[in-house]
């Protein structure tokens, strides 16, 4: 195999560190940094952004073609999702440890790590179209009618068939994202949106002589988007001047099973984590169906719209993965240490955006998704809490991804783990349903809970951050 150039030029998102910038004062040193996360976060916010908009152009499209069209696509989603972000959690920890090898110079050990992350990738995708295609007996569970769980199931099976590319696409991220080359899967996820919305239109409704799919053309538009996305990806891999040191065919090594262990000892910790806690407001969205569409409709608005955004902290996050990772590898462990207090701050100046807007402008939010008068109350009133926990979970998926560039990944599944089932969600429960003081509190209540459960991993992760003393991988 041949041994990737150390002497070609670093990608400009993630400049190399000189022996000036270690003297630098405290200060430069931060603002050096932050300048680096913008340029690192900015396209994985963008990234991000494309994604989430495959799932609002998917219910959109289907909404307009039926009511069971929309159940069937979000019941269908409401499935796949949890399953994904596990399997993507997995292979997120190829992004800090490639990144730690470029920064100790260790360009050599990238495409053999990239390869036993394809691997796990390709019996990841295995086990996912084993669930998806066989989803039926968790259907038949939710009591659905007919036509329902046939467009939920046709759906799945659609979709299914784009599961390898989305695996693959995650797994080269890991080698892209690691390199500090974040545009380049920004470009290629607005590839497939671009390719989605046109794909849905003749999938839905039937054009260009197909027939009429519904809901399940939602599937068939997803499945065949990734493929476009991930081929051009391994195209540009292929034909790229960037990336001609390193050649994704050429340098293929067989499984290594220590590195594969390596691997999966960083990622299993995250994909639980990612698991739990999208499984969480899963698992609260159940608990609130019994008190009426009408607050669980007013929740899932809140919901919708923290999520959004959730998509800048959770970039700021990633890119510090990325950033403490380099900053090991490269054995400067100070600036690391330097870097993950200051984001801190920088949590704290997103946080404190954030809630003003949904504090201020919850009566205005509210009336984008709906202009039901009690759904509306309800959206209002639990956007107040949405504002309070906006500092804690800000910090947290913060602090959470500065741990995975130090490749600590046990401990904090424990916290959030810790947070969201032995806090939260008890917690949630009795201040929602059993009489607390004077009665219950109803949907506030698993809001109030949300709180509470953030706040303890926020100041936990934030802890073990400021103590953890890492070692140069």
Avoid at 278 to 294: D, H, R
Avoid at 319 to 344: C, D, I, K, N, Y
Avoid at 407 to 415: A, C, G, Q
Avoid at 448 to 457: K, S
Wanted: proline share 5%; aromatic share 10%.
């Amino acid at each position: 195999m041949q041994e990737p150039d150390v002497s070609s030029p670093p990608d400009v998102s993630m400049p190399e560190l000189k022996p000036a910038d270690l003297k630098a004062g405290w200060l430069t040193q931060v603002l050096d940094e932050w300048k680096t996360l913008a340029l690192l976060g900015g396209p994985i916010l963008v990234a991000q952004l494309a994604q989430m908009a495959n799932g609002v152009i998917d219910t959109v499209m289907a909404g307009h073609a039926s009511a069971e069209d929309l159940a069937g696509v979000g019941i269908g989603t409401s499935l796949w999702v949890p399953v994904l972000l596990f399997f993507m959690g997995v292979l997120n920890a190829l992004q800090p440890i490639i990144s730690g090898h470029r920064g100790a110079q260790q360009l050599q050990r990238i495409m053999p790590v990239t390869w036993q992350g394809l691997y796990i990738a390709a019996v990841c995708t295995a086990v996912m179209i084993i669930l998806l295609i066989n989803a039926r007996p968790v259907l038949d569970l939710l009591q659905l009618d007919t036509r329902t769980a046939a467009i939920s199931q046709g759906y799945l099976d659609a979709f299914a068939w784009g599961v390898p590319a989305l695996l693959l696409l995650a797994a080269l991220r890991g080698f892209t994202d690691g390199l500090g080359h974040t545009r380049v899967i920004m470009v290629f996820s607005l590839v497939s949106t671009l390719f989605n919305l046109p794909l849905n239109y003749i999938f839905i409704y039937g054009k260009l002589g197909l027939p009429a799919m519904g809901g399940v053309g939602c599937g068939w538009a997803t499945a065949i988007s990734n493929w476009i996305a991930v081929l051009a990806l391994l195209v540009y891999l292929n034909r790229s001047k960037t990336y001609d040191s390193f050649h994704l065919l050429a340098d293929r090594v067989m499984p290594d099973w220590q590195e594969i262990k390596h691997v999966l000892r960083l990622g299993l910790p995250i994909g639980f984590t990612m698991f739990v806690e999208v499984s969480m407001f899963a698992v609260i969205a159940l608990f609130l169906a019994p008190l009426g569409p009408k607050v669980v409709a007013g929740h899932q608005i809140v919901l919708n719209a923290i999520s959004l955004l959730f998509m800048v902290p959770l970039s700021l996050g990633m890119a510090l993965t990325l950033r403490v990772s380099f900053l090991v590898g490269a054995h400067a462990p100070e600036r690391a240490q330097l870097l993950a207090r200051s984001a801190l701050v920088l949590a704290l100046g997103i946080s404190l955006i954030n809630a003003p807007v949904l504090l201020f402008g919850r009566d205005l939010i509210a009336s984008f998704y709906t202009s039901d008068s009690a759904v509306l109350d309800v959206a209002v009133s639990l956007f107040l809490f949405a504002a309070i926990f906006q500092i804690a979970d800000v910090i947290q998926v913060t602090m959470i991804n500065t741990l995975r560039g130090y490749r600590d990944t046990r401990i904090p599944m424990f916290i959030m783990l810790l947070s969201f089932w032995a806090v939260c969600l008890p917690l949630g429960y009795v201040l929602t349903f059993t009489p607390w003081l004077v009665e219950p509190m109803g949907a506030p209540g698993f809001w109030i809970a949300l709180c509470v459960g953030l706040t303890v991993a926020s100041v936990l992760l934030t802890y073990r951050v400021i103590y953890f003393r890492p070692t140069a991988a």
